[in-house]
């Protein structure tokens, strides 16, 4: 069993050793112990009904890890329910080739993404081609060599540190853009985003304004095989028409009068990765023609040039039209709607989901304080019901956006219904009043409401605010002057 491999072992005599010559040593043995330490962290089970393979299997890995044995299926699989592994060595024909078969199911249904190397005697391979089919990562035959058992468990140790890493980084990714609520219509919400995820075809989220359609289109990303490379994103309303065409699929310099240089389209950064086209319901027709041949294909052409390039990227799309009304009315192109349609994902208005409401607002309080290193403040019983009492027209968005601004401007340590109405006034009239503010107004506006965060955060303490802002205590009573601030009252 195992070409090469002999059991003998070498014994290695102590020779006592001057202090000063261990001391010599210590760095080199401390980095020893770490590696060690490291090594014995990586574990691996050795499922098999003889006890000489199992031996043998630890003797040839015993170098790089932890090896534990079970000399049957059921064993190991209670063994992995205390001590979780890295990867699985499991004998084909124990004792026979369908409880092998059988036991390599059981494991995959409870660790999914758990490398499980199959072990064979017998020349007839057609059952470790099944096992390769079930799910298994590879397969051994028992007379293989030293090196090719620990070159094969080193591929399946890595894969599952891999595939670990990437779902830590998806988590910790995923909880920067949770969908809030437990309530039926968010739990389905998360459900549906989750299914989407483990799709290859176009997603279409739709809803309107302000109900977070772009943190589910990063969620669905995250949660996704693709979440450690990049997600990209194009506001299709805020590129201007002629610039679209170069911000998606990039240029060749001199392709163009401006073009000094050559650029890298949107479709080449996220490669691998994810394309976020908001607002897909505003692009021009001759942007959807574009899109539509990329998206077909997985292909594109830079501007100035006539070499097609291949890409692969995963779109997803938004908008808070509908496109197949858009589509009868001749605005939007069909067989566009049908590509991008190819795994819907509606996303209902806030004033439908009142159940979560609440604990959204708890969510953005939290975040708030937070970001702006304010006291956390209570919401009330009557703040309660305003905020359910109130029919959110402006979604998510407009929620955020209020409870914001009560925990800027409030004094007290409890938020009041007086205080969310108040500022609900407040958004909505910024929101239809917005068309006749002046840049001049817009800036002023947003300078007054910073300052206030930053004086509230520092307990009125100008040098500290003044600190913080990045400008000199004069600069800032200045400022304060001149956007009608008073230093007690904010």
């Given at each position: 069993m195992f070409g090469g491999l002999s059991s003998s072992s070498t014994a290695v005599q102590s020779k006592s050793r001057a202090p000063t010559g261990l001391a010599r040593h210590l760095p080199y043995l401390c980095r020893l112990l770490a590696w060690r330490q490291a090594v014995n962290s990586?574990?691996?089970?050795?499922?098999?009904?003889?006890?000489?393979?199992l031996s043998a299997i630890q003797l040839v890995l015993r170098d790089e890890y932890e090896v534990l044995t079970a000399e049957s299926g059921e064993t190991g699989l209670r063994l992995m329910e205390s001590q979780p592994v890295n990867t699985v060595i499991l004998d084909l024909h124990m004792?026979?080739?369908?409880?092998?078969?059988?036991?390599?199911k059981r494991i995959l249904d409870?660790?999914?993404h758990l490398p499980v190397v199959m072990m064979t005697a017998a020349p007839d391979l057609k059952y470790a081609v099944q096992a390769i089919?079930?799910?298994a990562h590879d397969y051994l035959h028992k007379d293989a060599?030293?090196?090719?058992?620990?070159?094969?468990?080193?591929?399946?140790?890595d894969r599952e540190r891999l595939e670990r890493e990437r779902r830590t980084a998806a988590e910790q990714a995923r909880s920067q853009f949770p969908l809030v609520g437990s309530g039926s219509a968010t739990t389905e919400l998360k459900q549906l985003a989750l299914k989407a995820a483990g799709q290859q075809q176009p997603i279409l989220i739709t809803g309107e304004t302000g109900v977070g359609k772009d943190v589910v289109a990063r969620y669905i990303h995250y949660a996704s095989e693709r979440a450690n490379a990049a997600f990209v994103k194009i506001n299709m309303a805020s590129v201007p028409e002629d610039l679209v065409e170069s911000e998606l699929f990039g240029h060749k310099k001199g392709s163009f009068t401006g073009a000094i240089a050559d650029k890298k389209g949107l479709f080449a950064v996220a490669d691998g990765g994810t394309l976020f086209l908001d607002e897909i319901g505003l692009a021009s027709t001759r942007m959807q023609e574009k899109l539509l041949q990329a998206i077909d294909d997985g292909t594109f052409t830079l501007i100035g040039d006539v070499k097609p390039v291949k890409v692969n990227v995963r779109i997803i799309s938004a908008t808070n039209r509908d496109l197949w009304q858009e589509a009868q009315a001749g605005r939007f192109r069909e067989d566009l709607f049908w590509r991008l349609n190819g795994f819907p994902v509606p996303i209902r208005p806030l004033r439908e989901r009142p159940e979560d409401l609440l604990e959204i607002a708890e969510h953005f309080l939290e975040q708030s304080a937070a970001e702006l290193s304010l006291e956390r403040r209570e919401l009330t019983v009557t703040a309660?019901?305003?905020?359910?009492?109130?029919?959110?027209?402006?979604?998510?968005?407009?929620l955020k956006s209020v409870i914001g601004r009560t925990l800027v401007f409030s004094d007290s340590r409890e938020i009041e219904a007086d205080d969310i109405r108040r500022h609900i006034q407040s958004v909505r009239h910024d929101k239809t009043s917005h068309t006749d503010h002046s840049l001049k107004t817009n800036l002023e506006n947003w300078e007054r409401e910073h300052i206030c965060a930053i004086l509230l955060a520092c307990d009125y303490d100008i040098p500290m605010a003044a600190s913080m802002l990045g400008i000199h205590r004069v600069t800032l009573y200045k400022k304060m002057r001149e956007l009608g601030l008073e230093l007690k009252r904010v």
């Open positions: 990586r574990k691996v089970l050795a499922i098999d009904d003889s006890p000489d393979f004792p026979s080739n369908a409880e092998g078969l059988e036991i390599l409870a660790y999914p089919k079930i799910g060599d030293r090196d090719r058992i620990i070159t094969t468990v080193r591929n399946a140790v309660r019901k305003a905020l359910l009492e109130y029919r959110w027209p402006g979604n998510v968005r407009e």
